[in-house]
């Protein structure tokens, strides 16, 4: 799977971006998909995750606690294309976006469960 992120950019506190993965292969709706985040200095941390529930086209959404209620995440199996809508930004938002993928993913908030990644996108809220 090829992952290929896009929809950073420079917004105000309170604003909105939505980013956009788009994934190559035909298997894209058995997999498990999610955001990831990484500011200067920090390491890569969870924002959200759809996982496939292993039957029809059912998936569970899992959110860190900094985006609850604020960010969403959504997906269109038949465009390979994930989503992630992220609303009343606040400066700490600030980050490489990354998407991720993976079959099989045991811990959803866990980097290192995941084998494919996208190439991130910048996220810029100012205040």
């Known amino acids: 799977v090829q992952l290929q992120a896009s929809g950073g950019g420079l917004v105000q506190a309170g604003g909105s971006l939505r980013l956009t993965c788009v994934a190559s292969?035909?298997?894209?709706?058995?997999?498990?998909m999610a955001w990831f985040r990484q500011a200067p200095g920090k390491e890569r941390e969870f924002v959200a995750a759809l996982r496939w529930s292993g039957g029809s086209s059912v998936y569970y959404a899992d959110y860190a606690d900094s985006a609850k209620g604020r960010f969403a995440i959504s997906r269109d199996n038949a465009k390979n294309t994930l989503w992630l809508q992220m609303n009343s930004l606040k400066p700490e938002d600030t980050a490489v976006y990354y998407c991720?993928?993976?079959?099989?993913?045991?811990?959803?908030?866990?980097?290192?469960?995941?084998?494919?990644w996208g190439q991130g996108t910048q996220v810029t809220v100012s205040s």
């Open positions: 292969g035909r298997t894209f709706s058995t997999y498990n």
């Open positions: 991720a993928a993976n079959e099989v993913v045991r811990e959803t908030s866990r980097a290192g469960a995941y084998d494919y």
